[in-house]
Structures are given as structure tokens and as C-alpha cells.
Nanobody, 119 residues
Framework: QVQLVEYGGGLVQAGGSLRLSCDAS????????MAWYRQAPAKQRELVAR???????YYADSVKGRFTISRDNAKNTIYLQMNSLKPEDTAVYYC?????????????WGQGTQVTVSS
């Protein structure tokens, strides 16, 4: 099992910045991609940014140029630096890890952290 704990959410004014962290613990060997998702009220959960074990990244169009995902494999931690925040970034942000077990992908999720951007 993998446990994921997110930190760093909060309330910020539009144009401000926040940094989210996600610590992975437990059976972390075999973790490949890690990612941040978000879910706003009455909306589906969406992928925000993803980082592979070798550092390759993907960003949703809505956050490109504003958010940066990074990974510290030694600490089993990923980060999401969020700059130029907009009210539409308001959501619960979830950390996700994919672990490959016997050629099967298993997803793990954190409990989520609230990010609120005021206008």
C-alpha cells in the first residue's frame, strides 16, 4: 500500500502563489507517474499536472506557464508550485501515484487539500 498526504492548501488572493506538497510513504518501490488532480464543486476531477519517474512532465492547458510540478525521488515527494492563481483554480487538489504491480497499474490517492482563490 501507498499512503499519500498533501500539504500546503489555503486561501490566497487572485494573482498570488501557493506551493502544494505530497509525501508518499509505505511501499513506494515501483511508483511510476505521480500527479496532481483537482475537483471543483459540481465538476469532474481533472488532471492538472503529471510527472514521470524520470522527470518528464505534462500540464493541462489551463495551467501551462503558471504551475510547475517537480519531484524529489529521494524524499518520495512531489510539489506543485502554483503562480498567478485565478479564482477558477479554486478546487480540492488531490495527489495521485501510480504503482506498477505485476504489470498492472494501481492508483493511490491522497485525501485532498483545499485551494481557494479569492477575486
Amino acid at each position: 500500500q501507498v499512503q499519500l498526504v498533501e500539504y500546503g492548501g489555503g486561501l490566497v488572493q487572485a494573482g498570488g502563489s501557493l506551493r502544494l506538497s505530497c509525501d508518499a510513504s509505505g511501499t513506494v518501490s515501483g511508483i511510476s507517474n505521480m500527479a496532481w488532480y483537482r475537483q471543483a464543486p459540481a465538476k469532474q476531477r481533472e488532471l492538472v499536472a503529471r510527472i514521470g519517474s524520470s522527470g518528464g512532465t505534462y500540464y493541462a492547458d489551463s495551467v501551462k506557464g503558471r504551475f510547475t510540478i517537480s519531484r524529489d525521488n529521494a524524499k518520495n515527494t512531489i510539489y506543485l508550485q502554483m503562480n498567478s492563481l485565478k479564482p477558477e483554480d479554486t478546487a480540492v487538489y488531490y495527489c495521485n501515484a501510480v504503482r506498477i504491480i505485476l504489470a498492472q497499474s494501481v492508483n493511490y490517492w491522497g485525501q485532498g487539500t483545499q485551494v481557494t482563490v479569492s477575486s
